[in-house]
C-alpha cells in the first residue's frame, strides 16, 4: 500500500475522536476553529468521506 494513504484517515473519524479526547462539543470546536457549526456538522455526517487528513 502506498505510504502516503497508510498515513490519512477520513476528516469524519478525525474529527470524532478529537472530539471526544478533547470532551468538546461541536459548536466548541467551531468557535475555536472559526467554522461554523453547520461546517462542522457536515465533515461529521458525511457519506462522501473523500476528505481525509494526515495523522
Request: charged share 35%.
Amino acid at each position: 500500500m502506498n505510504k502516503r494513504k497508510e498515513n490519512t484517515m477520513p476528516i469524519s473519524i478525525k474529527l470524532k475522536e478529537i472530539l471526544k479526547e478533547r470532551d468538546l462539543s461541536q459548536r466548541e470546536l467551531a468557535r475555536m476553529t472559526g467554522l461554523r457549526p453547520n461546517t462542522i456538522k457536515a465533515y461529521l455526517h458525511s457519506e462522501n468521506n473523500k476528505s481525509f487528513i494526515w495523522h
